[in-house]
């Protein structure tokens, strides 16, 4: 049986770990659309934690993340690097 408890991770462990994860996952592009459920099988911990620090993360990463799609079973991010000039009202 599995344990339904959320991860042993503290949520700036798990921050600092899905930054990582992220940064990893773009390499090279300057976007993709990542699933939180693919998010989840790195770290130790479920895809509903990974999306509610996702955003967050993704600062910490220098990447900005935004809820893309959600198909009933994970939520997809458009995951993006940011420009230092960029700015939040340009898109």
Known sequence: MSSTK????????LRDDIS???LD???EDSLRYLHSSDL????DTNAR????????????????AEKW???????TWLVER?????QEGDR
């Open 20 to 22: 990582q994860l992220l």
């Open 6 to 13: 959320d991860s042993v991770y503290t949520p700036d462990e």
């Open 82 to 86: 940011v420009d230092e000039d960029d």
């Open 69 to 75: 799609a959600h198909n009933g079973n994970s939520t």
């Open 49 to 64: 934690r990974v999306g509610r620090d996702l955003e967050s993360a993704a600062e910490r990463a220098g990447l900005r």
């Open 40 to 43: 989840s099988r790195n770290p």
């Open 25 to 27: 996952r773009l390499g």
